[in-house]
């Protein structure tokens, strides 16, 4: 069951950071929104949680740095008038 919830975040986790990719390629959102910026953080997040879990510590790091960006990105955003 374990296994199944992990591999269920994994993939939702990629559908939200293609998602992301999509709505900015095709200019429906801004690269400074914090949905596009969301989109990103929680995809890799998930990403991040499955990729642990199976051992796969390349893209675990990737989406590490992929939602420290989006965080950064959002705190930025936040903290601009």
């Known amino acids: 069951m374990t296994a199944l919830l992990l591999d269920g975040a994994g993939w939702i986790g990629a559908v939200l950071v293609i998602i992301a990719y999509a709505l900015i390629s095709f200019h429906r959102l801004s690269a400074t929104s914090v949905l596009y910026q969301g989109l990103n953080i929680v995809g890799s997040i998930l990403l991040i949680i499955n990729t642990a879990w199976h051992a796969a510590w390349p893209s ?3 989406n590490v740095v ?3 960006i ?3 990105a ?3 955003r936040s903290a601009t008038p």
């Open 74 to 76: 959002v705190t930025r």
């Open 70 to 72: 989006g965080l950064a």
């Open 66 to 68: 992929w939602a420290a």
């Open 60 to 62: 675990a790091a990737v």
